[in-house]
């Protein structure tokens, strides 16, 4: 049997009575109080996560720039220090290796925020095509997980209650950039990010001091209605406003022209893994699409559950659920390319009967004013 890895705040889960179960080769809180209350308090106020599970890998040196900017689909070229930019990893065939975050720490300095359970295959990804892309003694890869704690602050409420205990100021603070400041005390990296569709922030610190951290912000933020939340309202919210998750609308059997990031992909840049493969699908169009789907009739879609087209099979949900914000039951999942029309009736398998939705545009959710950097 394998054993699940502990973050390190383990102990305060289970004193809050989490109920606890394995997540990508981690034993996480799933909820505390319920879902639905912990999903409606990061909508209206603020909600603190656990995500000390994530991978972080430091790529330094010399080529680390020019290294990135063939293993990954954006341009990190186009960061400056300090910002944050949302990035894909393919292999040749175009299919997403991993989905990340790159901070530019320094010049020739970035962090990778990568998916808990794919953090070993992309460490040996990276260190593998370090000969192949010419930067074999250019490029430190330095997997630094083990010493790092992660914690989020999601919510409405999550900069009145993180400045209380944070010496830098967050007001004017862009999205989709960070700094280093001190959080209670404890040196940190604080970005402003996340993955709920809410304004949010991400900390990053010592693994020894997370948990003092994760004591001193659930103080802060309790007469502002700051409640722990677990993995459970994380998908919800995640789902709501259209995030993709990987091992369900990522994989490297999907493409990201497939799952609508496009985006993300910086053509003007020049060579990178998995470019002529996507170019060749840019030209010859894509077979299947990424879609959100609400229900019409009665059913909570999941997983893997099939859509269809007036009984024929059109595509796959891949992620599905009640969404507490919008009081109803939405999916996404890929659907063949001409199906893929806002508008269009189709049908959701579930447990044996079809039950009536309908496809429309995403996201489902979208958070109500917008961004500092107008992204939203």
């Avoid at 890998?57 to 944050?84: C, H, M, W, Y």
């Avoid at 892309?133 to 409420?157: K, L, M, N």
């Avoid at 693994?207 to 998908?235: F, Y």
Wanted: hydrophobic residues 40%; charged residues 25%; proline residues 3%.
């Amino acid at each position: 049997m394998v054993s699940l890895l502990k973050t390190p705040l383990y102990e305060r889960h289970v004193e809050l009575g989490a109920r606890m179960a394995g997540f990508g080769g981690w034993i996480m809180p799933i909820q505390y109080t319920g879902v639905l209350e912990e999903h409606r308090a990061v909508r209206s106020a603020a909600g603190i996560f656990d995500v000390s599970h994530m991978g972080e890998i430091r790529v330094s040196g010399k080529g680390a720039l020019f290294f990135l900017r063939k293993l990954l689909t954006s341009d990190p070229a186009s960061l400056e220090t300090g910002q944050v930019q949302y990035s894909l990893m393919c292999c040749e065939s175009g299919g997403v290796v991993d989905d990340l975050l790159v901070y530019r720490l320094g010049e020739e300095s970035f962090l990778l925020v990568v998916n808990a359970g794919n953090k070993d295959k992309d460490v040996d990804w990276l260190r593998g095509h370090q000969k192949t892309t010419g930067h074999g003694d250019s490029v430190e890869i330095r997997d630094i997980s083990a010493e790092t704690g992660q914690i989020a602050v999601q919510g409405p409420r999550s900069a009145e209650i993180l400045g209380k205990l944070c010496e830098a100021k967050l007001e004017g603070m862009r999205y989709y950039s960070f700094l280093k400041t001190r959080v209670a005390g404890l040196e940190a990296l604080v970005s402003r990010t996340g993955y709920t569709g809410e304004d949010g922030f991400e900390i990053y610190l010592r693994v020894g001091e997370t948990k003092e951290a994760w004591d001193r912000i659930m103080e802060a933020g309790k007469p502002a209605g700051l409640v722990p939340a677990g993995l459970g309202a994380r998908d919800t919210l995640r789902l709501e406003a259209s995030m993709p998750l990987y091992g369900h609308e990522l994989s490297q059997s999907t493409t990201p022209l497939e799952a609508g990031l496009e985006r993300f992909v910086s053509w003007g840049k020049g060579g990178f893994i998995g470019r002529e493969a996507l170019e060749q699908e840019k030209r010859e169009g894509v077979k299947k699409k990424l879609v959100g789907f609400v229900m019409v009739e009665r059913g909570v879609p999941r997983a893997g559950y099939e859509l269809l087209k007036m009984g024929r099979v059109i595509g796959k949900a891949t992620s599905g659920s009640y969404a507490p914000s919008l009081d109803g039951c939405l999916g996404m999942g890929y659907v063949q390319a001409q199906e893929a029309v806002a508008g269009n009736r189709i049908e959701v398998m579930i447990r044996g009967r079809w039950a009536a939705a309908e496809i429309v545009n995403r996201p489902f959710y979208k958070k109500k004013g917008g961004w500092s950097n107008g992204r939203e």
